[in-house]
């Protein structure tokens, strides 16, 4: 099995600026190829080389609806 939600369109990207003392922190809301739905906390590290994943999760009821509306949007 396959997830790419990194990878799959469309993906919805957001800072968590909260949470990003040390260094930049992003949620990520996407789907697998499976067609599951999931919000994916993670930073950058080595230049912009290596995603490290702090939490991955399948999305919240809102989530979904919030990624359904931007689904739904022109890009």
Known sequence: MHTSALINEPLLLMPDPKHSRDEP???ALGTTDDGRFLHITFTVRASG???RVISARDMHRKERTFYGQAKEKPA
């Open 25 to 27: 922190r992003y949620h």
């Open 49 to 51: 080389r290596l995603i």
